[in-house]
T-cell receptor, first 113, second 109 residues
Framework: DVKVTQSSRYLVKRTGEKVFLECVQD?????MFWYRQDPGLGLRLIYF???????EKGDIPEGYSVSREKKERFSLILESASTNQTSMYLC????????????FGPGTRLLVL | AQRVTQPEKLLSVFKGAPVELKCNYS??????LFWYVQYSRQRLQLLLRHISRESIKGFTADLNKGETSFHLKKPFAQEEDSAMYYCALNNNAGNMLTFGGGTRLMVKP
C-alpha cells in the first residue's frame, strides 16, 4: 500500500519566515507533486519533479521553490512566507508509467500570520 | 490551455435520490479524465477514470467529447457518498493533472 507522509499536519508561521514542508513516499515513485488546495479553486499545481534533482514549474510557482535530493523526498520551500500563502498544501506521488494515478499525502494546513 | 470547470460548489441531495456532479473541460487534444474524491478527514484519492469505463461505489462517468463533459453520476445517493469531488484532466503531454474547483456533495438522511 502506497504511503505518502507529510512532515506536519498544522503549521503556524509569521510573515517573512522561511518555511519548509517535507514529503516522503515509500513506493519508489519517480514523480512527486506539490499542490495547494483552496476553497473554490480546487487543487493548483505548484511544482512537480519527475526524477532526483529534476523539477518543473506548475501553474503557480511564484513565491515557492522545491528540492528533490533523494527519490523518496520532495521538499517545498517558502523563502519568505506571506499571508496569501495561507492554505492547505498537498503532496502527491505517482509511478512513471501511471502518471495520472496520484497518491496523496494527508496535507499540511499552513497559517501565515 | 486546458481547463476543468465544475460549475457547482455545493450539491445537496436526499438519500436515495439520483446525483450528478458536473464537469466540463476545455482541451484541444484527446484528454484523459478522472474523478478524485476526498472524504472527511481522509486523503484525496482516485475514484475512477474514463478509460476504465468502470463503476466504483455505484458511480459512473461517461466522457462526452461533443459536449466536452465528464459528469459523475449515481442513481441512488448514500450518506457515505458525502465528500468533496474533483474532476481532473491529463493532457498526455506530461505528468500534470489539471483539477477543477471541486464540488462538495452532501447527502442528507
Amino acid at each position: 500500500d502506497v504511503k505518502v507522509t507529510q512532515s506536519s499536519r498544522y503549521l503556524v508561521k509569521r510573515t517573512g519566515e522561511k518555511v519548509f514542508l517535507e514529503c516522503v513516499q515509500d513506493m519508489d515513485h519517480e514523480n512527486m507533486f506539490w499542490y495547494r488546495q483552496d476553497p473554490g479553486l480546487g487543487l493548483r499545481l505548484i511544482y512537480f519533479s519527475y526524477d532526483v534533482k529534476m523539477k518543473e514549474k506548475g501553474d503557480i510557482p511564484e513565491g515557492y521553490s522545491v528540492s528533490r535530493e533523494k527519490k523518496e523526498r520532495f521538499s517545498l520551500i517558502l523563502e519568505s512566507a506571506s499571508t496569501n500563502q495561507t492554505s492547505m498544501y498537498l503532496c502527491a506521488s505517482s509511478p512513471h508509467l501511471m502518471r495520472e494515478t496520484q497518491y496523496f499525502g494527508p496535507g499540511t494546513r499552513l497559517l501565515v500570520l | 490551455a486546458q481547463r476543468v470547470t465544475q460549475p457547482e460548489k455545493l450539491l445537496s441531495v436526499f438519500k436515495g435520490a439520483p446525483v450528478e456532479l458536473k464537469c466540463n473541460y476545455s482541451y484541444s487534444g484527446s484528454p484523459e479524465l478522472f474523478w478524485y474524491v476526498q472524504y472527511s478527514r481522509q486523503r484525496l484519492q482516485l475514484l475512477l477514470r474514463h478509460i476504465s469505463r468502470e463503476s466504483i461505489k455505484g458511480f459512473t462517468a461517461d466522457l462526452n467529447k461533443g459536449e466536452t463533459s465528464f459528469h459523475l453520476k449515481k442513481p441512488f445517493a448514500q450518506e457515505e457518498d458525502s465528500a468533496m469531488y474533483y474532476c481532473a484532466l491529463n493532457n498526455n503531454a506530461g505528468n500534470m493533472l489539471t483539477f477543477g474547483g471541486g464540488t462538495r456533495l452532501m447527502v442528507k438522511p
